[in-house]
């Protein structure tokens, strides 16, 4: 409880500094509302598109945990590949990081040449967006097991299903979830470019429509439920490793 009030007073204190302070500029330079809406307003967009922006977020946060589960998925598996092998290393990390480089709005119209413009193929934008920081992050924490765990199950005859399922996994697990924190986060960034492009549904489809038509209230409205979702998705890889008695490495002092 201690812990959980520390993190959240200061940000709580920064929202309502920072609430305070957007009101005072509206207010003060009679800006319109089509430039910048006051927070009132939008909090009556919020209120009053509620149900629409609840469904837009449903379908954000379905597109961005099916692309964080099939990077994760496929950067577990390089992960494993790469720390069995330096050739597949050599092989595989190249295309991994041109993955990450590549920018999204760039590889998604050839995505949804091939594959339509569903849920299913906005997930495999995000999957790409998300297979570099889990097969880095994967593959360190696999590299990273204490040589003495190792020679200790070297010394019972421990098969290499056992070294890795009793000894590389619980090993790595910190730095996996740490991976994860980013390419979580990663995730809400992909749907929401995909769904920029597609323009079908969605939080990204809400704010791109309703910034058109200069129905700014709104696009703050959505903003504010995109900025909740994405933190959400950030604290949620946190949450489960709590769960699952996953010790994080912490800086010193903190």
Not at 181 to 207: D, P, Q
Request: with cysteine; proline share 6%.
């Amino acid at each position: 409880m201690t812990s959980s009030l520390s993190v959240g007073g200061p940000a709580l204190a920064g929202l309502v500094g920072l609430v305070a302070l957007w009101h005072t500029v509206v207010v003060a330079f009679d800006l319109p509302s089509m430039i910048l809406p006051s927070p009132a307003e939008v909090g009556v967009e919020l209120g009053r598109q509620g149900p629409t922006l609840l469904a837009d977020a449903g379908v954000t946060a379905v597109t961005a945990m099916l692309g964080l589960a099939g990077g994760c998925l496929i950067g577990g598996v390089l992960a494993f590949a790469m720390t069995s092998s330096r050739g597949v290393t050599r092989a595989v990390l190249p295309y991994v990081i041109a993955l990450r480089i590549a920018p999204l709005i760039a590889i998604a119209p050839l995505v949804f040449l091939w594959f339509g413009r569903g849920i299913p193929s906005r997930a495999l934008l995000v999957a790409t967006l998300t297979v570099f920081p889990m097969t880095v992050a994967t593959r360190d924490g696999l590299r990273s097991t204490p040589t003495q765990y190792l020679a200790l199950m070297r010394s019972v005859a421990a098969s290499p299903a056992a070294v890795f399922l009793r000894v590389r996994v619980p090993a790595a697990a910190p730095s996996v979830f740490a991976g994860l924190e980013l390419a979580a986060t990663l995730s809400v960034i992909g749907a929401v470019v995909a769904e920029f492009v597609t323009l079908r549904a969605g939080l990204g489809y809400r704010v791109f429509v309703t910034a058109q038509r200069l129905r700014t209230a709104e696009s703050f409205a959505a903003l504010a439920v995109l900025a909740a979702l994405g933190i959400v998705f950030y604290l949620a890889p946190t949450a489960l490793a709590r769960v699952i008695g996953v010790e994080r490495e912490r800086p010193n002092g903190s």
